[in-house]
């Protein structure tokens, strides 16, 4: 993880394991070489944090989340072939949010959070647009993820593929797993989605 001490002069901070733990579990000798490898040369060239900034929308208005979707979703009209990263999460029973990304870190790059329920104390949910919203943003992003020419990328997709289908009806044109690209090429490592991207990000915090 790339971190960054804030002062008094902005040290660059990666957290590895002890070499001696290494010498005691050799297999993760090559995971730290890499962190060390990929990550010294971009401290020491001051290439720490992306320029410009990444454009992530969270918490978004309703025309903040319709105007993002509508852009994809006319760019792929167009003609366009769209390649956006896709991710849910969920919790007792529900898909508590939705995110998109169009691309790495580069100008007019966006990362979408789509929230759709708010915690509330106790422990239960209130949904987080009204009906008429949800709606309009539901349709939205069926529109985006089943377009033809659409390409998702996702972590494990098979769960996530199994929620939208019974929420929304739709498959996503899933056109690559990470997860499964990397247990292909690396069978017996790690698989959760912290870990792979570490080892592929450029940026990774």
């Known amino acids: ?5 804030q002062a008094p002069d902005a040290l660059k901070v990666l957290p590895i394991l002890h070499p001696a733990a290494i010498l005691r579990a050799w297999y993760n000798r090559d995971v730290t070489i890499h962190d060390l490898s990929a990550r010294v040369p971009l401290a020491l060239a001051g290439d720490w944090r992306p320029s ?3 454009n992530i929308v969270h918490m978004p208005t309703f025309a903040d989340a319709t105007g993002i979707l509508s852009d994809w979703h006319d760019q792929l009209k167009r003609g366009n072939v769209l390649r956006l990263s896709h991710d849910i999460e969920t919790a007792r029973g529900v898909i508590t949010c939705m995110a998109f990304a169009d691309g790495p870190f580069s100008a007019g790059a966006n990362a979408l959070v789509i929230p759709l329920v708010r915690p509330q104390p106790g422990g239960a949910f209130e949904n ?12 939205l992003m069926v529109d985006v993820w089943s377009h033809p020419n659409v390409r998702i990328e996702g972590q494990n997709y098979n769960y996530d593929t199994q929620w939208i289908e019974a ?3 739709s498959r996503p044109r899933l056109d690559f797993d990470t997860m499964l690209a990397h247990h292909l090429l690396w069978p017996g490592t790690p ?3 912290d870990y792979i991207a570490s080892l592929y990000n450029h940026y990774y915090w």
């Open 1 to 5: 993880s790339m971190l960054e001490l």
């Open 52 to 54: 410009p900034a990444p």
């Open 128 to 139: 987080y647009w009204s009906a008429a919203e949800e709606q309009t943003v539901s349709r």
């Open 167 to 169: 929420c929304y009806g």
């Open 191 to 193: 698989k959760a989605l």
